[in-house]
């Protein structure tokens, strides 16, 4: 007898059947309030603020994927957007704190830390993170956190997580990984040493681009009750909808991601092998700087693929508007292919920063679509 693995966590994990009406799919509970048979004695539910039974289904089948069982410590905290989540990790902090963060990194993690974060005294600094002597070097007395994107959003680069968290627990410092990229089918940061672990759930583990969301993972107990305190203190909670759609996508999280995986390598050695194309980047090309440590920390390497072209930025524009199947859009991580200029759109908030990209950047989200189709949409646009 084995234990389930990832797909039966994904399909049961806090979604038994209804004990009221042998539902099998948890219901949407839309109730903002529960009767209680005294005042103070309810059946575990009274402000669905605090909680709802839809969202505890969520939060328990995410935690479970991440390697954090019903009867262990910590446990899953689901938000209302992944930024909600990375806000919710900066109310851990007090004045005079320091963050670590990539040099490469989501454009929305740093304007919340760059631009208001500072504002209630904490402070940050970016550095390479890819290196020992990066993460060391970065490190202050007063460093209370180092933020983690692996793969980084948008350059795809690699971060040893083991070392990071090491480092970071020799500082008295917390590990954060935003896993949003790899997902827990193909990463699970918390088992490498990290203290927590977000995601945007908005992109793969929703899979479907239709609602918004985010999750924190912590196998921290005393960390578990402090995110509980503050989802319930400040809010940003996601509604039994948003929750719902978010536990129907986790479903097919290893179907999709399998499917992504194999188109993207398909993809990305084409583009590797393309004269229109200057530079690629994927980890799971043998020549990537990443490759090695992403298969050692990996079981797979993504759909995320980002190039640049021979033609520089007006090639680039003209790319990324003449695909018909890969929609010119933001986000990622849907069924359907997306393709964008991280400079002019996602990223725009980095310009200026050591964590500016290169202006004629394409970043691909690779969908689930045939392969071949792909293929003949990006060979078309590349001219």
Not at 53 to 68: D, F, S
Not at 146 to 154: D, Y
Not at 372 to 380: E, P, V
Request: hydrophobic share 40%; net charge negative.
């Amino acid at each position: 007898m084995t234990e389930d693995q990832f797909e039966t966590i994904a399909i049961h994990a806090g979604q038994q059947p209804d004990p009221a009406t042998g539902a099998v799919v948890v219901p949407i509970y839309a109730t903002s309030t529960y009767v209680q048979e005294a005042p103070g004695v309810h059946k575990g539910y009274e402000y669905s603020r605090t909680d709802n039974p839809t969202r505890t289904a969520l939060q328990i089948q995410l935690a479970a994927l991440e390697g954090v069982g019903e009867t262990d410590d910590g446990g899953c905290v689901a938000t209302s957007s992944g930024l909600a989540a990375t806000a919710m990790i900066g109310y851990l902090l007090k004045p005079g704190d320091h963050i670590v963060l990539p040099d490469d990194a989501y454009g929305g993690t740093f304007r919340l830390i760059a631009q208001v974060l500072t504002k209630h005294g904490i402070e940050w600094s970016a550095s390479d993170l890819t290196t020992e002597g990066g993460i060391r070097a970065a490190v202050r007395a007063t460093t209370k956190l180092i933020w983690v994107e692996t793969p980084t959003n948008p350059l795809l680069r690699i971060i040893d997580i083991a070392l990071a968290a090491n480092v970071a627990h020799e500082a008295g410092a917390w590990l954060v990984v935003d896993n949003t990229f790899a997902t827990p089918y193909l990463q699970l940061p918390l088992s490498l040493g990290a203290d927590m672990v977000l995601h945007s759930s908005t992109k793969y583990l929703g899979g479907h681009s239709d609602t918004v969301g985010g999750a924190i993972v912590t196998n921290d107990a005393e960390l578990h009750e402090r995110l509980r305190f503050l989802q319930n203190a400040t809010g940003p909670i996601p509604g039994p909808f948003d929750a719902y759609l978010v536990l129907r996508g986790v479903k097919t999280l290893a179907l999709r991601m399998d499917r992504h995986n194999q188109n993207a390598e398909v993809i990305a050695r084409f583009l590797d092998d393309d004269p229109r194309v200057a530079n690629v980047w994927y980890p799971g090309l043998p020549g990537d700087p990443g490759h090695e440590m992403a298969r050692r920390q990996m079981t797979g390497f993504g759909g995320m693929i980002s190039f640049t072209p021979s033609g520089g930025l007006e090639a680039a524009n003209t790319i990324a508007t003449r695909t018909r199947l890969f929609f010119l859009a933001e986000s990622l991580g849907g069924v359907e292919s997306l393709i964008e200029l991280p400079a002019g759109m996602t990223h725009l908030s980095v310009e200026g920063t050591a964590l500016e990209v290169p202006e004629d950047l394409v970043r691909l989200s690779v969908g689930v679509e045939h392969v071949d189709d792909l293929l003949f949409d990006l060979d078309r646009a590349l001219g």
